[in-house]
Every structure is written in structure tokens, then in C-alpha cells.
């Protein structure tokens, strides 16, 4: 498979400031990336993902950045309001899988405090 | 057709048992994924079907775990003798066949179904 590493584990910011979320990939061939958001006791949502032809991607005050030669991707919020509070992962295609299934990091509580 | 639909979202049930989910993907997605998700840890890859041909299994589908996807709609995912260690969240997720170079797979998730081995 893939392996992917995903921090910090928690992460707790005030209202308003900025939270970083990095994930680091084994794959060299891997080519896309994607970031979910997970709210207590619901399914895990896409919020914004990124191919490996381009190094950044906005969404709003959501935005992903791609290294590809460090095989490093991070998730940016700015402006954090209380109801990004929530569980955020990340992830890769796995090789095993001819890259069609996804496998995900272990997850980064995020708590914006008001 | 709102999503991914799951059947039961919980169960509860006595070690030894045999339980089966079941998941109803988007109706024009041909991919259907099942992972399964333990308190604080992110969504582990159990296996996926294209259609109805199941293509990947992982080394955590034990032979007590069986999938199937008869028609190539929707799937099943049976435990057999049940394990307090199999309690978790099994999530269904679904996409559409990869057509484009960069080979992107967006996965769209069930509620899925809490499962309790008592």
C-alpha cells in the first residue's frame, strides 16, 4: 500500500488565526491528493484536493499545497471560524490498488477555540 | 439518488454472530469501496469493486469478511463469528471509473454502520 503520515494529531487555534495540516506520502508515482473533513458522528466530506500537475490549489480560506520532490502535501485554513472545528485526514492512492483506492492519514483534530 | 445510502447505521450484536451491511453507491458510479474506521483513526482500505468484479482486498479482510456486489450495484459486506475486535464504523464509499489522465478518484462516503460486538 501507501503509507501516509498525517500532523499534528490535535491541533487547537483561536478564532481567526490560521492552522496548517501536513502530510507526508511514500509513493513517488502518486498523483493525487485529497483532504476530508469529519464532523462528529457524520461521514467523512471532500473539502478540496489537488492533482500532481499543480503545487497549490484555493478554495476560499481552504487551500492545499503539493511538494513533490519532498513528497510532502499540507492542508491551509485561514480566517478559522468554530465550525472548521472537526476531524481533518488526508490521502493517496495506494499502489496496491493500481492507485483506484485511496488510503488515509490518521487524522488531525482541529479545535477553534472562539 | 441523494448519495450513498447504508443499511444498518448501527448494530449491535452478541460474539459468534453473523452480521451483513449493506451499501447502495451513487447510482452512476461504478467503483464502491468499503473501509473500515475505529475511534480516532482515519478510514482503513478493506476493499473495492469496479462493477461487480472485486479487484483489491486487504490483508485486514480476514476469511471471516466476505464482499460481494452481485449486479454491480449495490454491495454487501458479511462478518461471520464476530470478534469483540471487529466493532467499528464501516463506511461505504463509491466513485466513477477513472477517465482522466491525472487518474483522480473522488470518493463519496456513506454515513456508514456502526457495528458493537458485545
Not at chain 1, 25 to 37: E, G
Not at chain 1, 67 to 92: G, M, R, W
Not at chain 2, 47 to 54: I, K, M, P, V, W
Request: include cysteine; charge should be positive.
Amino acid at each position: 500500500g501507501e503509507n501516509v503520515e498525517q500532523h499534528p494529531s490535535t491541533l487547537s487555534v483561536q478564532e481567526g488565526d490560521s492552522a496548517v495540516i501536513k502530510c507526508t506520502y511514500s509513493d513517488s508515482a502518486s498523483n493525487y491528493f485529497p483532504w476530508y473533513k469529519q464532523e462528529l458522528g457524520k461521514r467523512p466530506q471532500l473539502i478540496i484536493d489537488i492533482r500532481s500537475n499543480v503545487g497549490e490549489k484555493k478554495d476560499q480560506r481552504i487551500a492545499v499545497t503539493l511538494n513533490k520532490t519532498a513528497k510532502h502535501f499540507s492542508l491551509h485554513i485561514t480566517e478559522t471560524q468554530p465550525e472548521d472545528s472537526a476531524v481533518y485526514f488526508c490521502a493517496a492512492p495506494r499502489v496496491d490498488t493500481g492507485r483506484r483506492a485511496l488510503t488515509f492519514g490518521s487524522g488531525t483534530r482541529l479545535q477553534v477555540q472562539p | 439518488d441523494t448519495g450513498v445510502s447504508q443499511d444498518p447505521r448501527h448494530k449491535i450484536t452478541k460474539r459468534g454472530q453473523n452480521v451483513t451491511f449493506r451499501c447502495d453507491p451513487i447510482s452512476e458510479h461504478n467503483r464502491l469501496y468499503w473501509y473500515r474506521q475505529t475511534l480516532g483513526q482515519g478510514p482503513e482500505f478493506l476493499t473495492y469493486f469496479q462493477n461487480e468484479a472485486q479487484l483489491e482486498k486487504s490483508r485486514l479482510l480476514s476469511d471471516r469478511f466476505s464482499a460481494e456486489r452481485p449486479k454491480g450495484s449495490f454491495s454487501t459486506l458479511e462478518i461471520q463469528r464476530t470478534e469483540q475486535g471487529d466493532s467499528a464504523m464501516y463506511l461505504c464509499a463509491s466513485s466513477l471509473k477513472w477517465d482522466r489522465p491525472s487518474g483522480a478518484n473522488v470518493l463519496t462516503f456513506g454515513a456508514g454502520s456502526r457495528l458493537t460486538v458485545l
